[in-house]
């Protein structure tokens, strides 16, 4: 009678514990799979933002060479610009050097008036030392005053080396 008692105790345990250990075996096999998917799932997405992040060093190392670009062109521009605008001095340089002091002085005076003094300044270096003194006694007094100034700046800064 024992046996049987203990037969009846211990059969529906061993059947419960299968149970419980096939229901456990499905349950980590269905977390297996979820983490097989999960793993899956971050790879591609992995692959997916090394692929965005090439793309967007491309992109950005396409700006930067098209500004470096840019940068190259501006200054060859520049460079150009400066090149003509030494030729447009020059020039005027050599016509105010066949003007006549005083007709050189009047325009002068009025490009000053006009607020030009940088360019007439510009041209006055250039000129000869005795065009210009000829030129400066014919300016008016305001407009030689402004020019001494300018060039005795001009020339001390020139003696520092600046």
Known sequence: MIFRFLILMIFPIFLFSNEDSSALTKQRLEILQLKEDLTQFYKKREEEDLARKKEIEDILKKIEDEKNSINLIKEQNEELLKEIRGQIVSKTTKIYEQMKPKVA??????????????????????????????????????????????????????????
């Open 105 to 162: 002085a009047l325009v002068f005076d009025q490009m000053i008036l006009e607020g030009k003094i940088e360019e007439v300044f510009d041209i006055i270096i250039r000129l000869k030392e005795s065009n210009v003194s000829v030129i400066m006694r014919s300016l008016s007094v305001e407009s030689a005053s402004i020019l001494t100034f300018m060039l005795e700046n001009f020339k001390t800064n020139e003696i520092k080396g600046e």
